[in-house]
């Protein structure tokens, strides 16, 4: 008989792993690419990451974007769908899927962010249905980890998901160090578990480069993966040069912060 303690802790480091591909996908695919046009990435790329998507989030890639504009468009005034800064920390930071769901029930208010995202023939047939893609993510899971791993494994990656995603949002713009002229905060620790997200005020100032990290002991690693798959000729950066829309804050206690070439 297996015990139960190696049972949860490989149900933990699956759930775990599953949330870090999940991450890396909603900032590559769904931030980067497709929200900032920040790169681009080959057709048979863009279907992985919409099928992982689909597997490990049930995400609708439009929803995503035109919420995620919406916040650019009014960041942290009247408008913004989750703003700490409006709504509070807690609010935010354990009720964003229900700030996501709701901006996207105020319809044109919300999906005009997203109007060169219309559906195409895969979204209605396989992708706009979130929970048969979950439901076959978690299938996945139970066949190969066993049905108790497999859905312990399920609930850790829905929370340690859902949880560092709202993270973004609320330490983002709560906690963390400012550069740039924007509420926005950088925060190495969260960049390390959320896949870069954590630089949080670098992407405010400079929302279309691809590279978050801007800075020296700044580090991005979703930036490794893209320099990966433009190796592999996966994808492509569109701006070399860091285009900033703030400028630069004078903090005594650090170091002049110095753009980073690599």
Known sequence: MVSPVPQVLLALLVGFAISQLGLFCT??????????????????AAMAFR??????????????VAVHRRHHAFTDVPGDPHSPVL??????????????????REGEQTMKYAKDLPPDRLD????????????????????????????????????????LNAAVNAIGHTYGRRIYENNARNTQWLAWLAAGEGLHNNHHAAPTSAK?????????????LIRLMERLG?????????????????????????????
């Open 87 to 104: 709504l509070g920390f807690w609010q935010v930071q354990l009720g964003n899927v229900y700030l996501y769901k709701k901006a996207i």
């Open 212 to 224: 978050l990290a801007l800075h020296r002991h700044e580090i991005d690693p979703a930036w490794w």
């Open 27 to 44: 900032t590559i695919y769904l931030h980067r690419a497709l929200s900032h046009k920040a790169l681009t990435v080959s057709r048979s």
């Open 234 to 262: 996966q994808a492509k950066v569109r701006l070399r040069d860091v285009k900033l829309a703030s400028a630069v804050l004078a903090l005594p206690p650090d170091p002049e912060p110095q753009l980073s070439t690599g």
């Open 124 to 163: 209605r047939v396989l992708f706009d249905h979130a929970f048969l893609g979950l439901g076959i993510g978690i299938a996945i899971l139970c066949l190969v980890f066993g049905w108790e791993v497999g859905l312990m494994a399920a609930g850790f990656h829905t929370v340690i998901y859902l949880s």
């Open 51 to 64: 099928v992982i998507l689909w597997l490990t989030t049930g995400i609708r890639p439009r929803q995503w």
